[in-house]
T-cell receptor, first 112, second 113 residues
Framework: GENVEQHPSTLSVQEGDSAVIKCTYS??????FPWYKQELGKGPQLIID?????GEKKDQRIAVTLNKTAKHFSLHITETQPEDSAVYFC???????????FGRGTSLIVHP | NAGVTQTPKFQVLKTGQSMTLQCAQD?????MYWYRQDPGMGLRLIYY???????DKGEVPNGYNVSRLNKREFSLRLESAAPSQTSVYFC????????????FGSGTQLSVL
């Protein structure tokens, strides 16, 4: 939705390269920032998330960084592999009810 | 360990027909959501239920109704389907609201002719 902007819409990399996807959000009260991976024909699945009390979180080859002042957060994938090819969505809770609002998605293509 | 189950997986309707998409979760979650996914538009919230007995409109509620039947089940109804409602529909649940991880079903691909 318009409360969360995600870039780029498409990202093409060679196997072994790094990939970075960025999101900005509008609600300064947001304090939970998840990333979801959607493989073809399936529902999105959470791959990593971060809360506003930390600036970075890592899980093997993936990491998320958060800049609350600038209201943006990023997904970093290192040593990309063909199985990383998917659509990735960021999300942030919006409004007093903390409604989960998603970015428009990034189609990541990893070429062998 | 089923998680979130959606039925049907595929459906073709004619303009003006009605149907109900079913969703059930077995994780004892309080909050449930219906999203639609269209190319280039990401996931847009149709309706949500923060807890059993409550429902609220999301970003794109027109043409839809919902029922939170009990804590497990949250259904989405199209009263008079239109071609603009051709989309992939996802149901999701979370333990308590939008500041928690969402668990998604596998989706319903709906075509309205």
């Amino acid at each position: 939705g318009e409360n969360v902007e995600q870039h780029p819409s498409t990202l093409s990399v060679q196997e072994g390269d790094s990939a970075v996807i960025k999101c900005t959000y509008s609600d300064s009260a947001s304090n939970y920032f998840p990333w979801y991976k959607q493989e073809l024909g399936k529902g999105p699945q959470l791959i990593i998330d971060i809360r506003s009390n930390v600036g970075e979180k890592k899980d093997q080859r993936i990491a998320v960084t958060l800049n609350k002042t600038a209201k943006h957060f990023s997904l970093h994938i290192t040593e990309t592999q063909p199985e990383d090819s998917a659509v990735y969505f960021c999300a942030a809770p919006y409004g007093g009810s903390y409604i989960p609002t998603f970015g428009r998605g990034t189609s990541l293509i990893v070429h062998p | 360990n089923a998680g979130v189950t959606q039925t049907p997986k595929f459906q073709v309707l004619k303009t003006g027909q009605s149907m109900t998409l079913q969703c059930a979760q077995d994780m004892n979650h309080n909050s449930m959501y219906w999203y639609r996914q269209d190319p280039g538009m990401g996931l847009r919230l149709i309706y949500y239920s923060a807890s059993e007995g409550t429902t609220d409109k999301g970003e794109v509620p027109n043409g839809y109704n919902v029922s939170r039947l009990n804590k497990r089940e949250f259904s989405l109804r199209l009263e008079s389907a239109a071609p603009s409602q051709t989309s992939v529909y996802f149901c999701a649940s979370s333990e308590a609201g939008g500041q928690e991880k969402l668990f998604f079903g596998s989706g319903t691909q709906l075509s309205v002719l």
